[in-house]
């Protein structure tokens, strides 16, 4: 089951986030902060494996609390009818009427706790315990990351994807091209996999294995593209924080690009150098940019 935690970060600071590092793959968290409190540890923000969003909303009389329950609203909405959990994390026992309305329309697994329970004690976490349960999972992932309407180049990105990954299977190019385009022209579909493992089904004779090599390939690009999406949003949350000044802020979309899409240190540090000619600046943007791109290879 996918759990979804949503973090009153004004409320409990960094305390209500000790406890991130023992959560999984199928957990998400959503960090509601305001310039009020934004002080987010870099260990919490950056660490590998787990799904973080920041959400840095105005600072006004309840507006953080009013942007958590809204967006617990609109997960509510495009999860209906999975099976998913959700826990607010904040010592405000306010929401806790939000969560009885919910709760008495039967809507959502819905708590709230003072911090992120510790998954390592056993009681949080239950275990995969069958060959149905897993395939749920996957099923789920790849509805998850593909509830989105893919138009144009995200299409072509899809359809070459899924050719490659099919011909490294061994898969011969007519019949891998067969194999896209009932992909391609489902993947907009509610019923996505429904509709491919269909069409498979009136096309080969063992089209379980054809089923199950596709839903490989697509599990795999659902978390490259995950990947690239939380990667985003952990350099703008880190921009947010630690770039105020004019300089940076009037370059804030070029920083971005260049941290986005440099694979090295020293593209980074060439791609900053078009930017910023004082060597002063330079330095002191890549002694700030340390932390988030020290996992970089040099060159």
């Not at 138009?151 to 299977?169: A, I």
């Not at 509610?190 to 509709?195: A, D, I, P």
């Not at 949350?237 to 979309?253: A, T």
């Amino acid at each position: 089951m996918e759990t979804f935690y949503l973090i009153d970060f004004e409320n409990v600071h960094n305390d209500g986030l000790e406890n991130i590092s023992t959560l999984t793959k199928t957990d998400h968290v959503h960090i509601f902060y305001t310039d009020n409190a934004h002080n987010i540890r870099l260990d919490f923000v950056l660490i590998e494996g787990i799904d973080i969003v920041g959400h840095k909303v105005p600072v006004r009389k309840q507006s953080l609390d009013m942007h958590l329950v809204s967006y617990l609203g609109y997960l509510l909405g495009v999860n209906k009818g999975k099976q998913c959990s959700y826990v607010i994390i904040s010592k405000d026992n306010d929401y806790d009427n939000i969560i009885k309305f919910w709760q008495a329309n039967d809507v959502g697994n819905i708590s709230r706790k003072q911090e992120i329970p510790n998954g390592n004690t056993g009681n949080q976490k239950k275990a995969i315990s069958s060959t149905e349960t897993t395939t749920q999972n996957i099923n789920n992932k790849i509805s998850a990351g593909m509830a989105y309407v893919l138009t144009g180049d995200d299409r072509s990105e899809l359809n070459v994807y899924v050719q490659h990954g099919l011909l490294n299977l061994g898969y011969k190019g007519n019949v891998a091209n067969k194999i896209c385009s009932y992909v391609v022209a489902h993947c907009n579909d509610e019923h996505m996999l429904n509709e491919i493992h269909n069409e498979l089904r009136e096309e080969f004779e063992e089209y379980s294995e054809v089923y199950k090599d596709v839903k490989a390939i697509l599990m795999d690009f659902v978390s490259s593209k995950s990947k690239i999406t939380k990667r985003e949003s952990q350099v703008r949350s880190f921009f947010g924080q630690y770039f105020k000044k004019k300089i940076y802020v009037d370059k804030k979309e070029e920083i971005i690009q260049i941290l986005l899409k440099s694979t090295t240190r020293q593209q980074v540090n060439n791609g900053l150098q078009k930017l910023y000619s004082d060597g002063a600046q330079l330095k002191e943007i890549l002694k700030t940019l340390k932390p988030l791109i020290k996992e970089l290879p040099g060159s």
